[in-house]
């Protein structure tokens, strides 16, 4: 079959980037094109998931039009020139709304400005369709937003597709886009990712520039290949003079696949247990081990590590966040303030009466945390640990705890605390969710990180049968997950030895 008869026949929606880049090359296919199928897509299915936040439409056709005068003169900008990228609600771009999930905000203007993601992809020749939905502030691990309503997951809709990057989850599991930018201050990226079976990275603190400048929140690609968000890293992981905190230096092309078969110089730490925080599901841990097992049937030392806390340490990070989204509330105009989700508004109220003397003993005390974090993980080249501790929260949750609403992110906000690279890929499904494992790299080891997602994908037991148009509440087939076996991991569980647990 000819590849001009092969991208007309499958929908181009959900081809991957290396076979946009050739149909565009060889002429079969235009970003108009794709531009125009991704539009389409949005209209079949975004009723149903509610993951875009404002369509980019003109802009989009003018960036797309562009992109393929480049392509036709063989002169494309990056590998992303011309593949439609979505971008979430927070995420400045010129003549886009900015809204940060609330009602709060709808008086805000327009932007004027790009933030340096937006800067980067438009530099890149990048189509940026869309901005995708997210919780209010972006203060929970869900979708529920005063402005935009509920983000529900495509892989069943009564489910949740984490958050606070809800709608960039959501659309990219059901075919919108080849990548989106969300941000992570507590696991935003991540935990969308796993819910909706992605691949996502936050990355070493500062490597990819933001505004305004911060010390724990990162912008971080995600995609439905963990090869794909490598791309999109490679053209945003850049310094930006307007962010104080970012990195000097890029990355120069998509980081190798290790060797197939011989990782006998990696070390492995395998985490189950951080001492604190919600049980983690059954399902969740035989992946997590699954995972754990192939990277030591290459060949790599695999060392399970204690639990990291004696004692529950959330607290004090409970109470940052909820002073981040007091500020916010209270730069909200007094007569919009009501329209802010009540769940987000009566969580951080207490905080307008917290002391500046206690707000500064709970920064020390998140940073004592943060150090113990990187200090038990110090000894290994790559750490796997759950990314998520359940599979298949409800869409109407806002947290797990519903006084907390980011408690349940226990497994992913240190790694924001402690500034290291981490990054989810899915390895594994129970009940019609897939399930992310977690890999946490040293600083600055972004490349290794990177590699490491694209390995494991590669030996991932189960075929991703994508929710292009979102299914509703039914599991998917007995077989989907293959599964694979777990023994010979210091500490492990018995391993599933079935399909999908029903």
Known sequence: MSHEVLM???????????????????????????????????????GSINGIAHLNGAEAERQAAASGERWRAGRPLSLIDGLPVSIKDSINAVGTPWRHGSRGHVDVP????????????????????????????????????????????????????????????ATL?????????????????????????????????????????????????????AKEGAELYTVIARPDPRDSSS??????????????TDLRDLRVGLLLDLGYGEALHPDVAAVVLDAAAALRDAGAVVTEVPPVFDEDPYAPLDRIFQVRARTEWEGIPGHLREAVLPAIADWCADAGSLGATQYARDLHHVQASATRVYDRLSDFDIVVSPTLPGVGYSAEMVGLDEGRPLAHCSWTCWGNQTGQPCATVAFGAADGHPIGVQIWGRRFDDERVLALAQWLEARRPMEMRWPTFPFPDRPLDTGYYRGRRSAGVSGAAAPRTGGIAS
């Open 247 to 260: 990195l000097p230096g890029s990355p120069v092309g998509v980081p190798p696949l290790p060797g197939d």
């Open 173 to 225: 599991a059901a075919g919108i886009g080849v990548a989106g930018i969300g941000t992570d201050i507590a696991g935003s990226v991540r935990i969308p990712a796993s819910h909706c079976g992605l691949f996502a990275l936050k990355p070493t603190q500062g490597r990819i520039a933001h505004l305004a400048p911060s010390t724990v929140r990162s912008p971080g690609p995600m995609a439905r290949s």
């Open 110 to 169: 327009v932007a004027t400005t790009d933030s340096p993601p937006a800067a980067r992809l438009k530099e890149s020749g990048a189509v940026v369709f869309a901005k995708t939905t997210m919780p209010d502030f972006g203060m929970s691990a869900s979708g529920v937003s005063s402005l935009y309503g509920i983000v529900r997951n495509p892989w069943n809709l009564s489910t949740s597709p984490g958050g606070s990057s809800s709608g960039a989850g």
């Open 8 to 46: 007309h026949e499958k929908s181009l929606t959900t081809r991957t980037s290396a076979e946009l880049r050739r149909g565009f090359m060889d002429g079969a296919i235009t970003p108009l094109d794709v531009l125009e199928h991704t539009l389409e897509r949005i209209a079949e299915v975004n």
